[in-house]
């Protein structure tokens, strides 16, 4: 080997080695949370191929052995709403049940308060005690002295203690400790075979991947739901599991203390990750009402265990789970139930292996990237990184072991990324290559400055606060039909080129042209504070010059352009994307997405700029804007506010058009009240002030629309946008 390919290889090992410690501050370090999401992500991905390959093994069939009595719809058509339900029901269905020979019967309906009949509830507790197979969920909550609920140092009087929890002092550091114990009816509680905690621990994108099998209140520990219904199957008192945080739960046999019945892997707060069995119903489903009218035989529930809970969206039990926004948490419990008795779980990597797949990844790729040409260097790279990522994918569907996929595909990223920019350097062609990019894009002060200093520019990517910028002539297919090509392009290029003179001006940097649609960024890639001033008056402008160019097209018969435009601020991803010899400096993220869906929003308001909350909280007082709503757009869960963007200061504006503004924010607040008359007289005011105010007339439509068909209880003025 020469001392050039010698020089070669050792290079690739230390930027391979950089590029692992890398990843590892980032996501270990600096932004854990931020990589949990993304890894969570990923297993949500996996387990639709997984889904497909257990649904295939048991040709479609449902699983039986663990049956839900579903407070379904037709339930509650049937008897009512079941806040009005006499506990007599349950009372019924639990003699039912175990006259049949259940396993066991798990109520995953929380009874929190005596019924004002005493003797309703003293049926109740006589078939739970009578059944000794029956459990009862309970629930835990925090502390909200503003509320007068304030923290507990006991349960209830009278509460068993002993019987249904463990007493491991050395264990509360591992697990969450919560305040209060909610439920008053100890009678049935104590008369049950056990109780658990039904409380859910979602991950921070609200998604149920875990479960906590232990929660600490007043220095004991409590089971969930899911684990006391499994002791008692398995005729294991509490006292009998063993707790090894960070590893698994072993539970004895009464009788043989030195092998575990049954084994469950936790994490180091005692969680499980639940090993999904299935979409919705993939468990056998029965009608509450068709058991209490005993449509079923009750030799029917012999030898399984039953389950009673809601699919009803009504009874506030719906969840979303990996593969499903909408889940009901009943057959959460069912599967946790199941991995438990089948012993089928989701493994995860421990960390040695993982930090040798990172280290032999990264080698893999800064040696391949630093010996082959760039183009085929990439190629490798990108099919080393697809590669790892099926063959996850492949082992997660088979295995249900999750190995994990963004710290390995970031490494491959990242010993690829430094391998690039050191070959780079070692070519000197920065500034070449960055004057290439920026000229025809970018203002010469801005080129100019990045010349200066080309280290503002991280190639292959850098996280940015800035504002993304989204234009789109309205019904371009219909002004094109009217034009030859030629002239279309004539006129589409006079568009473009004024526009383009806007953006420039106010030193924004010229992404890319679709079409008609004009996509620009300001404050990157050069910094500036004031970005989203920027963008605003760069759109009001351009709607000015817009007036200007409509009257010339008239006077020469030419069809009028009409412009959305949507500006959106935040955190965003910039970076270089391309080949050696040609490549585009762009944006990207969840920032950059908004933006354009915000163009798009303009339709349904019949505006012509709209910006989010976040630009808005960026902009000087003087700039005039609107409140139009709350939105949630297509793809995303949480909403966002957004604005109207109407003028630079006020001294621009109309008495008329100062009056239309304050009754639509006064309508605006009837309409998140929900005062639907009120609201709709005032956006009748408004349009009063400018009849072709959009806005005021989406919203008296919709008062008028919601004032016939009511809202949601839990309604929260939210905008659901339908498409994109």
């Not at 575990?260 to 993939?282: K, S, W």
């Not at 029917?300 to 909408?326: H, K, W």
């Not at 995303?636 to 604005?643: A, E, G, M």
Request: aromatic share 12%.
């Amino acid at each position: 080997m020469n001392k050039t390919l010698r020089l070669k290889f050792l290079t690739g090992i230390l930027l391979a080695v950089a590029a692992v410690v890398m990843v590892v501050i980032f996501t270990m370090l600096l932004l854990p949370d931020l990589f949990q999401v993304f890894e969570a992500k990923t297993l949500d991905w996996r387990y639709v191929e997984r889904l497909e390959k257990l649904y295939s093994d048991r040709q479609g069939a449902q699983i039986e052995d663990i049956i839900i009595i579903d407070i379904d719809n037709r339930s509650l058509d049937k008897l009512g709403p079941f806040q009005q339900w006499p506990r007599s029901y349950h009372a019924q269905i639990v003699d039912f049940i175990s006259s049949g020979g259940a396993l066991a019967v798990g109520f995953d309906v929380l009874f929190m308060e005596p019924d004002k009949k005493s003797e309703i509830d003293e049926d109740f507790v006589r078939a739970t005690s009578n059944a000794s197979i029956v459990y009862h969920a309970m629930a835990f909550s925090s502390a909200n002295p503003d509320a007068f609920l304030y923290p507990m140092t006991e349960p209830p009087e009278g509460f068993k203690v002993e019987k249904f929890t463990l007493n491991h002092p050395q264990l509360n550091q591992n697990f969450n400790t919560v305040d209060r114990m909610d439920g008053k009816i100890v009678d049935l509680y104590n008369a049950s075979a056990g109780i658990g905690f039904a409380n859910f621990s979602p991950d921070n994108d609200s998604v149920i991947r875990t479960m906590p099998l232990f929660l600490n209140f007043a220095d004991r520990q409590y089971m969930s739901l899911s684990l006391a219904m499994v002791l008692g199957i398995l005729g294991v008192n509490p006292q009998d599991v063993e707790i090894i945080p960070g590893d698994k739960i072993n539970i004895y046999s009464p009788d043989n203390q030195n092998e575990a019945l049954v084994q469950i892997p936790i994490d180091e707060n005692g969680r499980m990750l639940i090993n999904y069995q299935g979409t919705f119903q993939t468990f056998r489903y029965i009608s509450y009402y068709d058991v209490l009218m005993q449509r079923v035989p009750a030799e029917f529930f012999e030898n399984r265990i039953v389950l009673v809970g809601t699919s009803a969206a009504g009874l506030s039990d719906i969840r979303p789970v990996p593969f499903q926004d909408v889940f009901p948490g009943v057959e959460i419990h069912a599967n946790i139930i199941y991995n438990m008795l089948m012993q089928e779980y989701v493994r995860r990597q421990n960390q040695t292996f993982l930090f040798i797949n990172l280290i032999l990844l990264a080698l893999a790729t800064a040696l391949v990237a630093i010996v082959l040409k760039p183009w085929l260097s990439a190629l490798c790279s990108i099919l080393i990184a697809a590669g790892y990522s099926f063959s996850t994918a492949w082992i997660f569907a088979h295995d249900a072991y999750w190995l994990e996929m963004v710290r390995p595909v970031l490494t491959v990223f990242f010993a690829y990324l430094f391998v690039f920019i050191y070959r780079y350097i070692d070519e000197e062609k920065n500034k070449r290559y960055i004057k290439n990019i920026f000229q025809y894009y970018s203002s010469a002060t801005v080129v100019n400055e990045i010349l200066k200093r080309p280290e503002m520019l991280k190639l292959g990517g850098e996280r940015r606060i800035a504002t993304a910028f989204f234009s789109d002539i309205k019904s371009f297919t219909t002004v094109s039909e009217m034009l030859s090509p030629e002239d279309l392009v004539a006129q589409l290029n006079e568009y473009l080129s004024a526009m383009t003179k806007v953006v420039l001006k106010y030193n924004g940097y010229l992404d890319k042209y679709e079409g008609d649609a004009i996509m620009a960024i300001f404050g990157i890639p050069v910094h500036q504070d004031d970005h989203a001033e920027r963008a605003c008056l760069a759109a009001l402008e351009m709607q000015e010059i817009l007036v200007e160019l409509r009257k010339k097209w008239d006077r020469e018969n030419k069809p009028q352009f009409y412009v959305r435009i949507g500006i959106n601020s935040g955190p965003m991803i910039a970076g270089n994307i391309g080949g050696d010899e040609r490549g585009d400096y762009t944006v990207i993220g969840d920032s950059v997405n908004l933006a354009s869906r915000l163009e798009g929003a303009n339709k349904s308001y019949y505006t012509d700029i709209m910006i989010s909350e976040f630009t808005r909280e960026l902009l000087p007082e003087k700039i005039i804007v609107r409140e139009l709503d709350y939105i949630r757009v297509k793809g995303k869960t949480k909403p966002v506010q957004i604005f109207e963007l109407i003028d630079k200061d006020r001294k621009s504006l109309s008495t008329q058009e100062l009056v239309m503004l304050d009754e639509f924010a006064k309508g605006l607040a009837a309409y998140r009240k929900k005062n639907w008359d009120n609201a709709m007289s005032f956006f009748q005011k408004a349009q009063l002030g400018d009849k072709e105010d959009g806005p005021s007339k989406v919203f008296a439509e919709r008062c008028s629309y919601y004032k016939n068909n009511p809202v949601p209880f839990d309604w929260e003025g939210v905008f659901e946008m339908k498409t994109k």
